[in-house]
Structure formats: C-alpha cells, structure tokens
C-alpha cells in the first residue's frame, strides 16, 4: 500500500450558524484568537505526513486561497526589521507542501464534496478526510493515530467520540464490536439517528482515512431526504465490502460548527496563554 499523504478538506459548506460574519469570511477562516480554524486543520495534516492538500470549495471562499499564499513583500519588511514572530505568523504553508482547489458545483452534502476528489487519488492509495470545524485539541496528533491504524490492515477508518445523549442525533453514530485498546470494528454506522435508536454513544467526528473504493460506493450512493449524499451512508456499505474501523479520539474536541463549542474553543486557547488566562479569570471575578 502507498504511504497516505493527500487529505481532502472540504470547505464548501455555507456557515448559517455563523451569519453575518459568514456572509463574507469562510466559516473555516473564523479565528481561535489568531489562528483560522483551517490553519489548525492544515498543521495536523501536515505534521501527520500530508504533502498534498485537495480543498473542495464553493463560490466566495477565495480567502481560503488568500490565506495559504506567501506574502513575500511584507515577509522581506518584518525580516528586516527583525520580527521574527511576526515572520513566524505569515509563513502558513511550508513552499514543498501541494494545495489544490477543486469546485465542489453544487452543495450536494459531505459524500459529494469528498466525490470531487477521486480524480486526485491513485487506485491503491488511502487518502484522509479533515472537517475543519472539528477543532481538537491533543497530546498525539489524531490524524496520525487514524493513519497508523489505517495503514496497519489497509481498511477504512474514523475518528469517534463518546457524545452525550442530548447531542447524539447531529452525528454519525457507529455500533462498534469488541474493542481493542483505542480502535474497534464497526459493526453498523447510521447518520444522525433520534438519541432512542442511536446504536451507542460513539459519535463520528471529522477525521477520516478512506480507500479509493470510496468514490465508487459514493456514486452509487442515494441522496438523501435532504437532497445530499451522505459520507456516513458510503461508509455503511463499505462496511459490508471491505469492512470499517473506528478510533477512539484521545483528546478534546470543541465542535466550531455551533457557536458554543467555538467560543468554548476560544476560551480554552486563551486559557493556555498566561496573560490572557489571568485577563479572563480576572475578568470573571467581576462579573
Ligand atoms: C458531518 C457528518 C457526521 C459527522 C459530523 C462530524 O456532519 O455527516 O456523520 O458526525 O460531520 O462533525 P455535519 O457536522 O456536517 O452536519
């Protein structure tokens, strides 16, 4: 099996939780304090041995393009002025990593946008999935964990999570087998059950590694009530080819598709910085 080192980033999505602010500036573009939610998704891609980056865009998400580019006029300024942390911040891809910008078309769902990658993926090569808003905060790199995992049997394999009850109906939702330290074989997946026929608490969140036979399950996969082709209905015929595994996700995951969990995400950042952990908790003493 080749060595996995594309990921696909689908960032087409609209970001309704987050209008106005999403009327122009790509939800994937919100910022934990200083760093766009995209930035944090690129850096664990990368650090898990990624070398090709496949966006699957929409119209008016130019700035994630923007975002990547070198900026090497005002680089050159803060070199020479010696500001090294600044130049730190504008380096936001390394020059050797690939980025490839393809249109999504139509907003057809999760299993459409990952479709429009399968020109881009060799026959035998495992690719991953990263969903942006899944912001995760981890001593081990998760994606790496899902890769090792993946490339040990060659099988499919996602990220999950215990979910509680009350938010169990906005995930995918896996009956997994016999575990096996962190990761289990997953025996049943179902998109976004009621929380009385959901098969466990393990919740899908946005990490995914995938065999290229993906693309072919997505084509002939079903739109559903919604008009859009679900990943999570893919993967459940899959399980039935080729079979499916699971991750458990070691470390904490902050949800910045819903406003909670992105200023819950903010809050926790900023907590890890001194000065700003003493102005918040200060700040919360008075009020
Ligand atoms: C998507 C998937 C869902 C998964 C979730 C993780 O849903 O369809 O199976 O659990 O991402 O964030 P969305 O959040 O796009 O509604």
């Not at 459409?112 to 790199?141: K, R, T």
């Not at 919604?226 to 209905?233: A, F, G, M, R, V």
């Amino acid at each position: 099996m080749k060595k996995i080192t594309k990921a696909v980033f689908p960032v087409g999505g609209m970001g309704t939780r987050f209008l106005p602010a999403t009327k122009s500036i790509p939800k994937e573009l919100l910022p934990i304090i200083d760093k766009p939610l995209i930035q944090y998704a690129v850096e664990e891609a990368i650090e898990a041995g990624i070398e090709t980056l496949i966006f699957i865009t929409s119209a008016s998400k130019h700035a994630i393009s923007d975002h990547f580019d070198p900026m090497p006029d005002l680089r050159a300024k803060f070199v020479s002025q010696n500001k090294q942390h600044l130049v730190k911040k504008l380096d936001t891809l390394p020059l050797e990593i690939q980025r490839v910008f393809i249109p999504q078309g139509q907003p057809l769902g999760l299993g459409h946008a990952v479709l429009q990658a399968e020109a881009m993926i060799e026959d035998d090569e495992m690719f991953a999935v990263i969903l942006a808003d899944d912001f995760i905060q981890a001593e081990y790199n998760p994606l790496r964990r899902l890769i090792a995992v993946a490339e040990s049997n060659g099988r499919a394999t996602i990220s999950v999570e215990a979910v509680e009850r009350q938010r169990i109906s906005s995930y995918g939702v896996i009956a997994p087998g016999q575990w096996q330290g962190d990761h289990v074989s997953v025996n049943e997946i179902i998109e976004k059950p009621d929380a009385a026929s959901a098969p466990s608490e393990f919740g899908v969140i946005g990490r995914y590694v995938l065999p290229q036979s993906i693309f072919a399950v997505l084509s002939q996969t079903q739109m559903d009530k919604n008009h859009e082709i679900q990943l999570t209905d893919a993967l459940k015929e899959l399980i039935q080819l080729d079979g499916l595994q699971a991750v458990k996700l070691a470390g904490q995951r902050f949800d910045c598709g819903s406003q909670d969990g992105f200023v819950l995400a903010n809050l926790h950042v900023a907590m890890q910085d001194g000065d700003l952990n003493q102005k918040i908790r200060s700040y919360l003493t008075e009020h």
